[in-house]
């Protein structure tokens, strides 16, 4: 009869187990195979066995954890003082764009009754290449007073900051228009609403879907008349928008300021007839 053989690793291994707990072997296998179990139920679960990295950042994407857009900033400010004003707006990308370099920006600024654009300085502006502006609205007076005028709009070709990659900013000389004199307070405000920001590219980048809301037809150029349809943008503006203070006269005085006037029209008259008479060469 033959005697089984048993490996002496088996025979140190129980050997050497402690007295009271079972061979270090015995826990061994059952362990391993609880372990595998458990892997391949978590890799099948989550269903990204043998998933490469493209698929993972898909379902991440899939999942909601999308890259937000940056916000474009626009920023209006009113410079100078008095009732000749300079109207300043600046436009920043939230980040630095290469593809900016083939866009184009328009801003569409809406005028309130109080305030006026003279077009015959925007046409000497745009001789002395300062700025590029042109009036929308027809029929403009520039003589009106504040209560018999409209609002007007004005379109304005931003340019590219030269400090600044991702930066246009454009600029418009305003001015206050004569308003009604007032029977307690001398003064009055204007409130300068934020303008429509339009931009037109010569091709698409995905960054333009994230900001662009419809389309506007609008001048491609100054010079050209050719119509594009530009992009309405939204951005984020600094101010929510600009009040400005403008004195104006008091009921209580216009009899005093009538008189004055008419005594100093007369006056004048009076002494420039005297210089005629006096000075002046009559032949019959």
Known sequence: MKRMQVPSSVCFSSLRAPLGHPPSGVLAVPAVAFGAVAWLLLWA???????????????????????????????????????????????KFGESIEDLQTCRLLIKQYIPTGLFVDPYELASLQERNITEAMMVSENFNIEAPNYLSKESEVLIYARQDSQCTDCFQAFLPVHYRYHRPYSKDGETFIVVNNPDLLMYCDQEFPVLKCW?????????????????????????????????????GLTIHSSLVCSVTLLITVLCSTLILVAVFKYGHFSL
């Open 45 to 91: 679960a989550t269903g990204l066995t043998g998933t490469p990295a493209s698929a993972l950042t898909s379902s991440l994407t899939d999942a909601g954890i999308t890259a937000t857009c940056s916000e474009i900033i626009l920023r209006q400010e009113v410079l100078k003082d008095g009732f000749h004003r300079d109207l300043l707006i600046k436009v």
């Open 212 to 248: 662009a809301q419809s389309e506007v037809a609008a001048p491609c150029t100054l010079k050209n008349k050719d119509i594009c349809q530009w992009n309405n943008m939204k951005y984020k503006p600094v101010y929510k928008n600009v009040t400005l203070q403008v004195p104006v």
